[in-house]
């Protein structure tokens, strides 16, 4: 049996060149135990997914507790992924957004604003957000205002940057759906965050 890998090796994604290889590629060779393959894969992911976790969390530790475990379930799968199938990106966060819901449901206690805000890091996209610890309270206080299922929307298109389309496959719902839940996810927050919500949510 290969060595378990080192998840969180290469956590940034390198400057993709012109002839990066297809997750796909990666995938059938980490299935035949290829560790640069799982390490460029990890470094792909790794950082997106964090933050997706650390949005709907609220906490860095479980965040990356999160994304190892969905990089675990992707080990267990990767013999039996389908290239051409399901984007391996998609799975991916819907695995995190599933895992997190699992996690705020089972065990999740709120913790303070100034917490949430004191646990970002200025290298990912969280910590961008928080760096005006202001602006970062009322988003933090905004965001778990939502349900998780807005709250996962909302972070996915607005602070992860991926279209209307992309967003619905990554939480196994129609664009429609989507649609309805950014509606009341961009309402909901407008009415939090007042002045600064067309900065972050547009006009």
């Known amino acids: 049996m290969a060595a378990q890998p080192d998840f969180w090796t290469n956590r940034r994604r390198p400057d993709p060149g012109p002839a990066e290889e297809s997750d796909d590629a990666l995938v059938m060779r980490v299935a035949a135990g290829d560790q640069a ?3 460029s894969l990890v470094g792909r992911h790794l950082s997106g997914l964090v933050s997706q976790a650390w949005y709907m969390l609220g906490d860095r530790s479980e965040a990356e507790d999160v994304a ?4 675990v379930r992707l080990m267990q799968k990767a013999r039996d ?3 051409g199938g399901a984007q391996l990106r998609s799975w991916l966060y819907r695995v995190v957004v599933n895992l997190c819901i699992d996690r705020k449901r089972s065990s999740w206690r709120p913790r303070p604003l100034d917490d949430v805000a004191d646990t970002a890091d200025a290298d990912d996209v969280a910590g961008r957000l928080a760096h005006d610890s202001d602006i ?3 988003v933090a206080g905004a965001l778990g205002a ?5 709250r996962s929307a909302i972070v996915l298109v607005h602070y992860q940057g991926f279209t209307n389309y992309e967003a619905a496959e990554m939480l196994s719902t129609s664009v429609d759906a989507l649609e309805s839940l950014l509606a009341r996810a961009r309402r909901t927050m407008r009415e939090a965050l007042g002045a600064v919500a ?3 949510l547009g006009d």
């Open 37 to 39: 393959a799982w390490r």
């Open 81 to 83: 992924w389908q290239p």
């Open 136 to 138: 970062g309270r009322a």
């Open 68 to 71: 190892q475990e969905a990089f």
């Open 198 to 200: 067309p900065d972050l």
């Open 146 to 150: 939502l349900t998780e299922r807005q």
